[in-house]
Every structure is written in structure tokens, then in C-alpha cells.
């Protein structure tokens, strides 16, 4: 038995977990989630491939339940601890030193305490791994427990390195690699032909290189493909990867012009409008939506062109937090119309936006 603990958007999360699952054929079966961890049974083919997930924090080996499945913890000289669903630092010290005395008889034990915080960071870990023992407590609604142990984390300096040591930035510009990840799983496509109409300066690209997927990426400016081919020469070298990403300057709505074959997935963050400076009201939010589905629509009919028979396209489209609160999400049934069924839809939000993510996952019919 295995949990995931999901990261700080836990629908998002959850939803790219299951799409995980199913992209990497992991055969995995779900026995309770909330809205923080979802516990299920699994081969530990899993923990070959936690790496490539975005949105959780870290995989937790299940031991035992309650006060009985500490005797079961694997002796470690130094250990930290996390607890989930409890908030409680006479709790958090109350198991530290139970497991301490359960490890007594095979050697000394140190409750390291490395940080102001009931859960150990993946960055903590990582430094700790694999000396350093993170056992995991996961508190249930109906006070019950299970023990366990932190086998994988996603890796938050990996991410990180994507983002802030590439050549060309462009902070606000441009989505998160986590983010990317997500989408990439979110597509549910495992290998195949992978393209970015929007690439801009290629933080999609660099996750589809980095799995080493048939990657394609275009864009309106030649300026962005410039500072792409440069992330993304950055990207092999520091990586140490063989393969690249073809690259074309080419308006999204044209995309038969440039490109011949056709794509199993394409996953894209397009232009979304111009930066907003405060949160829109209702009827403006509507306007500005319209405005730009008018750009949408026929870069749609352009995806329709160089999609493969059931190709998915993962879409972020956007949705507005208004100035009277609450957020406006577009209906857009003219994606059915073109042939495009939506299999999913999540939000996320990042404040230095103002704008909110409304990321579809779509199947082409074909
Ligand atoms: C939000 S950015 C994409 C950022 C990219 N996902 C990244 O993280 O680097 C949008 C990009 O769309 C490009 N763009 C705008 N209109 C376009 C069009 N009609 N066809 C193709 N690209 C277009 C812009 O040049 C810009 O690079």
C-alpha cells in the first residue's frame, strides 16, 4: 500500500495522479483519498516513475495503522518526521520519541527537527535522503492513523534549475515547469508526437525533451524560437540528453503551413490577453473572454488540421477572479462543434496573474 501527498493545488494534483497512472500503464488501485493524500494499493513499478509526476510532494510506503505499525519502522540512525492531517507539535514530538524508544534496542536514534514544520519539505529530504528517514503519519477524519515511510520525492531543485538557470527567463511570462509537467501528464499521451504552438521561450518544450518525447514547438515571433533553441541547448547540455525539440515560426492558426505530419498530443499555454492590473468585474471579465475566444476558435480549427484521430490537447484557457469575488469560467461549446470533447477541466490560480488557469483536457474525434 502506497499514499501520495499532494501538492498546494490537491484537485490539480489528484487529477494528474490518476492521469499518471494511466499514461505510465501503472496498474493502481485507489482505496481512500482526501483532499490532501490518496492511499491505494500498487506494484513498486510506481516508484520508478514518481519522478515524473508535478503536482505531488512525495510517496509514502504504508507500513501498519496505529501505535502498533511504529515496532514496524525500518531502523534509521537519523530520522525526521511528518505528519498529515494534524497539526499538533506535542503530537509531533509525542511520535518522534516513541519511535526513538522503538529504535533504542538497535542503536542510537536522532528525532532530527531540521525545520518549523510538521511535514518535512521534499527539499529537506532530498539533502537527508537516503540516511535521513522521513516517516510519514497520515491522520484520518475519524482519528485513526497510518504509519509509514517517504520512499520518493518529486524533485523541487530539478524544477527549480529548469526555471531560474536557463538562459532566457521571462518570469511572468512564462508557465512553471511544474506546471508543465502536470499538463504533460494531464495529456495522458505516454510517446508519441508532442507539439507547443505557443512555445514561447520553451518551458513545455523542455519537459517534453527532458522525457525524451518527439517534441515540436511553435511560435509567432521569431525572437521566442531564438531564445527556445537557446533554453533548449542549455537544456541537453546541462542534462546530458541526445535529443531536441523541432522548432518553426509559424502563427498558431496555421499550423498545417508548417507542419506535415500529425500530433498525437499538443499541449500549450497560449497568449492569454494583455496582463491584467486589477481583477476585472463580471461584464468585463465576459468581454474579455469573448474578445479573445475570437482568436481561439480558429486556432482550434488549426489543431483540428494536425491532430492525429483522438489526439488530446491540453489547453490553458483563461478564467477571471472578479473584483466582487468569485471567478468567471467561460462555457465554450463551439469546442464540441469543431469536434473537441472535454474529458476534464482544473483551475489554478497564481496571484502575481490575477488571472486564473482554466486548464482543459480535450480529445480531438477525429
Ligand atoms: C503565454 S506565452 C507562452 C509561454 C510558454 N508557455 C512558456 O512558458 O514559455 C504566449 C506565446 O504565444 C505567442 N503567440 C501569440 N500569438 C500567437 C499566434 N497567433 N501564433 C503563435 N504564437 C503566438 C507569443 O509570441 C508568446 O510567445
Redesign the pocket.
Known amino acids: 500500500m502506497y499514499a501520495v501527498i499532494f501538492g498546494k493545488n490537491p484537485a490539480l494534483s489528484e487529477a494528474e495522479f490518476h492521469s499518471f497512472s494511466r499514461r505510465f500503464g501503472l496498474k493502481v488501485r485507489p482505496a481512500e483519498s482526501n483532499r490532501y493524500w490518496v492511499l491505494f494499493e500498487s506494484s513498486s513499478e510506481i516508484e520508478r516513475h514518481f519522478h515524473w509526476l508535478g503536482g505531488s510532494l512525495k510517496l509514502v510506503r504504508i507500513i501498519g495503522e496505529g501505535d502498533g505499525a511504529i515496532r514496524n519502522l525500518e531502523y534509521s540512525r537519523l530520522f525526521t518526521v511528518s505528519l498529515y492531517g494534524r497539526n499538533d507539535w506535542r503530537l509531533w514530538r509525542k511520535l518522534g520519541s516513541d519511535i526513538k524508544r522503538e529504535f533504542k534496542e538497535e542503536g542510537p536514534a536522532k528525532f532530527f527537527k531540521p525545520a518549523k514544520t510538521y511535514a518535512m519539505p521534499a527539499e529537506l529530504i532530498l539533502k537527508g535522503f537516503p540516511e535521513v528517514k522521513d516517516f510519514v503519519f497520515i491522520f484520518k477524519e475519524d482519528g485513526s492513523f497510518l504509519v509509514g515511510e517517504t520512499v520518493k520525492v518529486t524533485d523541487p531543485f530539478e524544477l527549480k534549475k529548469l526555471d531560474v538557470e536557463r538562459p532566457v527567463q ?1 518570469p511572468i ?3 512553471p515547469p511544474r506546471l ?1 509537467r502536470i499538463m504533460v501528464n494531464l495529456s495522458e499521451v505516454r510517446k508519441g508526437s508532442f507539439l ?9 518544450l523542455q519537459e517534453f525533451v527532458l522525457q525524451g518525447l518527439s517534441a515540436y514547438g ?4 521569431e525572437g ?1 524560437i531564438r531564445a ?1 533553441k537557446k533554453n533548449l541547448a542549455w537544456l541537453r547540455r546541462e542534462f546530458h540528453l541526445k535529443n531536441s525539440a523541432h522548432l518553426e515560426v ?4 496555421k499550423l498545417k503551413r508548417c507542419f506535415r505530419q500529425r500530433f498525437d498530443a499538443i499541449v ?5 490577453g494583455k496582463p491584467l492590473k486589477r481583477h476585472p468585474g463580471r461584464g468585463e471579465a465576459i468581454k474579455l473572454a469573448n474578445e479573445l475566444d475570437r ?1 481561439y476558435y480558429p ?1 482550434f480549427e488549426s489543431f483540428a488540421d494536425v491532430l492525429k484521430r483522438h489526439g488530446r490537447v491540453v489547453f490553458v484557457f483563461p478564467a477571471y477572479k472578479l473584483s466582487g469575488g468569485g471567478v468567471y469560467r467561460k462555457e465554450r461549446k463551439w469546442l464540441g462543434k469543431l469536434g473537441f470533447e472535454v474529458l476534464g477541466r482544473y483551475t489554478d490560480y497564481e496571484e502575481r496573474h490575477k488571472l486564473v488557469r482554466d486548464i482543459h483536457v480535450l480529445r480531438y474525434r477525429g
Do not use: H
Not at 507547443?196 to 513545455?204: A, E, H, K, M, Y
Not at 511553435?218 to 515571433?221: A, E, N, P, V
Not at 500549450?268 to 492569454?272: A, D, K, Q, R, V
Open positions: 521571462k511570462l512564462s508557465i508543465a507547443d504552438p505557443f512555445c514561447g521561450i520553451g518551458t513545455v511553435s511560435d509567432r515571433d521566442q527556445a509559424c502563427d498558431a492558426r500549450t499555454e497560449p497568449y492569454l482568436f486556432v
